[in-house]
């Protein structure tokens, strides 16, 4: 295998840095760059022959970023990194031509076996990742795990996503406030994370679009408080 140009796209530093150190060790490596959002990925991957793509990050969604990179450069590998093991992003992901998906609790020297295997053209899936996703139809219905809430909860963690407060809440759903507090005690049992940004990015995460606000002014767990015309407040 002839030495590649590697990038690691992540926007933990401690695993950017760790994943390219090891990377930088790795003989068929020439050299390892590294970027920590979509618009820096981007660009920078005009020259990289591998990339190992985190699915989140700050400025926007990985698999998005897979496909403007390999819309530039087709030959590009790149290997998906996530925290959730969903069917739907592993079905998303190698539509946007990824040549790969694994968990980022997989251990560092499988993920670094697992860039060199889609850097000469191999296919790589996670251990908990179903081999199905190659064959099967697409499944349809709510994404895991907000397949575990009601109609009317995943409606709430639309809006939690979106960054609502619960007076917003409340007002688009013509609820009293105290309604909307123990809904969203419920969800976040259901969903089994700590809180509402937990909430925003597990969305994110899995492709949930967030609801339309009814709402001018919203705030964003990502971002300050603006109005629909783009005004901070």
Known sequence: MQAVRALVVDDHPVFRRGLRSLLADEPWVAEVGEADTVAAAVPAAREADVVAMDVRL???DGIDATARILAHRPETAVLLLTMVGDERIVRRGL????RG???KD??????VDALRTVGQGGLVLG???PATVL???AATGPPAPFDRLTARERQL???LAGGRTNGQIARV???SEKTVRNAVSAVLAKLAVPDRLAVALLARDVGLIPAPSSDDRVHHPFGPVVDARGHHR
């Open 106 to 111: 997989t251990d560092p020297d499988a993920v």
């Open 101 to 103: 998906y694994l968990l």
């Open 135 to 137: 064959t099967a139809p």
């Open 157 to 159: 963690a639309e809006h």
């Open 127 to 129: 251990p908990r990742v």
């Open 95 to 98: 539509a946007a031509g990824a």
């Open 58 to 60: 700050p400025d926007g």
């Open 173 to 175: 759903l013509g609820v």
